[in-house]
């Protein structure tokens, strides 16, 4: 299973691209130099998924902000993919790379697989442009995730990555404060938020 702070595992995934209605390999290597978000869903043609996918998309404003690519991934081939875009009303306009694992193989890789039902489950990676996983997260099938979550977790892993010494605490977004590490600050952090 993939772990944070190490090396995301390799790929190698056929995706649909909607922009521009092709199908394409990506890789890791596709992303070097900016941040990926691969978020995992068990299903094309289900009922939370398109709702998330919806929510992705609407918050794209802010993840071109923060450099990050999107890719949404299922057990689905590429050509399910198209089909579901284009009879998914909520899907008009989705504007980001739907990659297919449709042997599974990654999401097993990955630990994110339930043999049971034949699909991924409803998992997300935020990893980092060198390559490293910096978060990732799982919920169970019938909950749908916030793609506003996503970005604020984004955000406050960059943060942290561009400020060495400094942490982010709970719920913590752009503009917050923040607390500083070390010994002179343990058992103080009442102080440092209440300045």
């Known amino acids: 299973m993939a772990q ?5 595992p390799h790929f190698s ?4 691209n909607p922009r521009r209605d ?11 130099g900016r941040w990926l978000v691969l978020f995992f869903y068990p299903a094309d043609f289900t ?11 609407r918050r794209g404003a802010d993840f071109e902000k923060l450099k990050a690519e999107i890719v949404s991934v299922s057990t689905d081939t590429v050509y399910t993919h198209k089909a579901w875009i284009e009879m998914e009303e ?11 694992d449709h042997n599974g193989k990654f999401s097993r890789e990955l630990g994110i697989y339930d043999e049971e039902i034949g ?10 442009p060198e390559g490293t996983l910096r978060a990732s997260y799982i919920v169970a099938d019938p909950i749908g995730r916030s793609a506003g979550e996503v970005v604020r977790m984004l ?3 960059k943060f942290a990555e561009e400020h060495p010494g400094k942490v982010c605490p709970a719920s913590w ?3 917050a404060d923040v607390l500083e590490k070390g010994i002179k600050h343990t058992g103080k952090v009442y102080k440092q938020l209440n300045k």
């Open 155 to 157: 955000r406050a892993i």
């Open 173 to 175: 977004d752009e503009g």
């Open 13 to 16: 995934l056929e995706a649909y």
């Open 47 to 57: 009922f939370v998924c398109p709702t998330e996918l919806l929510d992705i998309n």
């Open 90 to 100: 909520l899907l008009k306009g989705f504007k980001y790379k739907m990659a297919a």
């Open 22 to 32: 092709e199908v394409e390999k990506i890789t890791n290597e596709d992303f070097r």
């Open 4 to 8: 944070v702070d190490k090396k995301f």
């Open 119 to 128: 699909m991924a489950q409803r998992a997300c990676f935020i990893i980092n």
